[in-house]
C-alpha cells in the first residue's frame, strides 16, 4: 500500500491518510470543506460545503493519478437530507461520469459540517 498525501487538501484530523494506494485502486479518506490554505470552514452553505469537499476530492485524485472521470464509486453524508438537492447540484458538476453512489443522511460529520464525500477510483495500470 502507499500513502497518498498532498497540501493541496486539508491535512488528516486523526490518525489517518489523506488516501491510500493499493493495486490498481485509489481509497481517499472523507473530505470535508477544510480550505487546506487556511486550516478552516469558510464555506458556510451546503453548495459552498460541496465545493471545497469536490475541490479537496480533486486534489487527493490528483495526487493519486487519477481525475474525477476515474472515479468508480463515492459515499456521500450529508447531515441533513433536505440538502440533497443543493448538493446535488454541485456533486454533478464534478462527477460528469456518474460513478455509482450511496449517500445518506448522518447525525453529526466532523467539525458539524454539512457534508463530507469519499470516493474510490481506478488507476491505470
Sequence with gaps: MKKIHTDSAPAAIGPYSQGIITGNLFFSSG????????GNIEAETIKEQTK?????????????????KDVVKTTCFLANMDDFGAFNEVYGEYFTEKPARSCVAVKTLPKNVLCEVEVIAEREA
Design 31 to 38: 473530505q470535508i470543506p477544510i480550505n487546506p490554505a487556511t
Design 52 to 68: 471545497q469537499v469536490m475541490e479537496n476530492l480533486g486534489a487527493l485524485l490528483e495526487a493519486a493519478g487519477c481525475t474525477y
